[in-house]
């Protein structure tokens, strides 16, 4: 029984940690936290729903096309708005991402209205036996798309160019110009990356919640603090973070109780930063005077 | 000199006179307008408190929508379950929530900015939840009923009556948050805005004041919340989520961070709109969304940065004005 919980709570937790590097890659190449990261999720969600039952486009298609618009959408959103702040202060661009998380949610409840969809599944949600717990192959799935898009932005940071100038840039923005690296493209390439993981990771958890406007909220808080236990700037810190929040969360949950489990997250992230407050897996920043 | 003391008496003298018309102006209106206004100086309360944590002091905070919903419960309760008069509850509901807000406060001590931003934001999102969860004490969802206050035999029941004694809230805590702000502590709180190491190496505890200022601002936000409270006169988890913390940052970045009337006049603002437009549904949390969005690219100094403050043409230096010339004169530095 420990194992199926286990199990459950991994495949929700890749789903927190699919998020989560969508918020640090973010963070840490433009230090901006994106509090609409959820609801840009969202609205690339309802566009494959609107392809899938709405106008009869195979789901491989309608994800694609829902890709699609989270990159151009992502890089929209930084070039339109967030480059947009002169000075970076740290509470005009939580006030300016906050402002786009309610027009976004707005939006969407026009559009769309507040009543809840059942989103179709990439595959089958019948079980399988794995030792003593059952799962079902979707929970494997969305593991097996976790970790693969894990390994194809490893590749990434680590191979290509982009990687390359991404890393730079997240070390030092002054250098990194110097050495002919233009930030508006490494930013507005950032947001659209990030806002396409948000989209993979609200595809992949809309079929298990209902699809409404709100449904990325209780995913975009969890991924929040799924950053913070890693760090907020660390990449791996945010995959293991989300796995940890994913498996503690389906543990509290089973053993405790399920009504409380926003009251746990939140206490946990008070924990952690109390003891910790660079996260489990960052680095301490060293101010200079 | 005088000029200028006389110019801030003239402009003191208007905005009183204003509040006091307002409701003879504003109530014959209609209900929704009175139901506005009154909302708004609930707000303001709520605002000059958040601007004292974030504009004066440098620490952000979602949560302030959950300290509102423990004012609210806590004055409830007390008045409902034990009895006690609203008189005893309303400072009551600002102590208990004050000392929740220091606790809330004491990992603040080492974060800051963003980091901050998401810990009390989990707050916001937690005590919905528990509300509903304990539910032995508060009712669940069908939440609790608290009465309006009376003076002596006089029950406030009318929305003017009320207004006045929001009123007189609002005013106790512009008077005690100006003073505070000139005192050794409240210098300390802007010290360690400005620069966290410059203010500790001269002597300030800067680990204790950051709590602290949390917990004052949070007990005026429980005010407020007991205000609504015994204003609606009913209370359910579902009052304030994080979306109201939202608003409420947004009320002091449209009016002006680190100054009170920028409080108030972004509480204003934004609350009229959001109310005013909430009968269209979906389009207010766009148009409100949009407000936030244009303000902070047009105005990033808020609304009070339109007017020119009679003292920036020319700065003084007398010691007892220099804290509020730099204040004001100088753009809100936040972390």
Same mark, same amino acid.
């Given at each position: ?289 | ?157 009318? $929305? ?83 979306? $109201? ?91």
């Amino acid at each position: 029984m420990l194992w199926q919980t286990i199990l459950s709570g991994l495949a929700v937790g890749s789903l927190y940690a699919l998020s989560a590097i969508g918020l640090v890659l973010i963070f840490k190449t433009s230090n901006i936290v994106n509090f609409a990261q959820g609801q840009m999720a969202m609205l690339s969600t309802f566009v494959a729903f609107q392809m899938l039952t709405r106008w009869g486009f195979p789901y491989w298609l309608a994800a694609l096309a829902s890709l699609v618009f989270a990159l151009v959408f992502g890089f929209f959103v930084y070039i339109v708005f967030l480059s947009r702040l002169k000075r970076a202060e740290v509470l005009s661009q939580i006030i300016l991402t906050l402002g786009l998380y309610l027009v976004f949610r707005g939006v969407a409840g026009v559009l769309w209205g507040n009543v809840p969809f059942t989103m179709p599944a990439a595959v089958s949600t019948n079980t399988v036996h794995i030792g003593s717990a059952v799962v079902t192959w979707y929970q494997l799935f969305i593991m097996i798309v976790t970790l693969l898009l894990m390994l194809v932005f490893y590749a990434m940071f680590r191979y290509t160019k982009t990687g390359l100038a991404m890393r730079a840039v997240s070390q030092n923005q002054q250098a990194a110009r110097l050495m002919g690296v233009s930030l508006t493209r490494i930013y507005g390439a950032t947001w659209a990356v990030s806002t396409a993981l948000g989209a993979i990771a609200g595809l992949l958890i809309a079929p298990i919640l209902f699809l409404s406007p709100s449904f990325m909220d209780s995913v975009a808080v969890k991924a929040f603090a799924a950053a913070v236990l890693g760090g907020f700037s660390s990449l791996p810190g945010a995959v293991l973070g989300g796995l940890v929040l994913g498996v503690m969360e389906s543990v509290f949950g089973f053993y405790i109780s399920t009504d409380l489990k926003s009251t746990f997250v939140f206490l946990l992230i008070i924990g952690i930063l109390y003891v910790r407050p660079q996260g489990l897996f960052g680095t301490r920043e060293v101010k200079k005077v | 000199m005088t000029s200028e003391r006389n110019l801030r008496m003239a402009r003191l003298l208007v905005v009183a006179l204003a509040a006091l018309a307002a409701p003879f102006v504003v109530m014959p209106l209609g209900s929704q307008m009175s139901y506005i206004l009154d909302m708004s100086v609930i707000f303001c309360i709520v605002a000059v408190a958040l601007n004292l944590l974030t504009g004066f002091s440098g620490q952000v905070s979602l949560g302030h929508a959950a300290f509102l919903m423990v004012g609210e419960y806590v004055s409830s309760l007390l008045t409902l379950n034990l009895n006690w008069s609203f008189w005893i509850a309303l400072p009551l509901s600002a102590v208990v929530t004050g000392i929740l807000g220091f606790l809330i406060g004491l990992p603040a001590v080492r974060l800051s900015g963003n980091f901050l931003a998401v810990a009390t934001m989990g707050f916001s999102f937690a005590v919905p939840e528990l509300a509903l969860k304990w539910s032995g004490l508060t009712n669940g969802s069908s939440g609790l009923m608290p009465l309006r206050p009376a003076l002596g035999s006089y029950v406030l029941g009318s $929305d003017q009556a009320y207004y006045f004694l929001i009123l007189a809230c609002l005013v106790v805590q512009i008077i005690v948050i100006k003073n505070l702000l000139k005192s050794r502590t409240g210098r300390a709180f802007q010290a360690i805005r400005d620069s966290e190491i410059a203010a500790q190496s001269s002597g300030v505890r800067v680990g204790y004041n950051k709590a602290l200022v949390f917990s004052i601002s949070a007990g005026f936000t429980g005010i407020a919340g007991s205000l609504y409270a015994h204003y609606i006169n009913f209370v359910s988890p579902n009052d304030f989520t994080v979306q $109201d913390s939202f608003l409420f940052l947004a009320m002091i970045v449209v009016g002006g961070l680190a100054s009170i009337p920028g409080s108030i006049l972004g509480a204003i603002v934004i609350n009229t709109i959001n109310q005013l437009s909430s009968s269209f549904g979906q389009y207010s949390i766009i148009l409100v969304g949009a407000v936030m969005v244009l303000a902070v690219l047009l105005f990033p100094k808020g609304l009070v940065s339109l007017r020119v403050p009679p003292h920036a043409r020319k700065p003084r230096h007398s010691s007892r004005g220099s804290a509020r010339v730099t204040r004001e004169v100088e753009s809100p530095d936040v972390p």
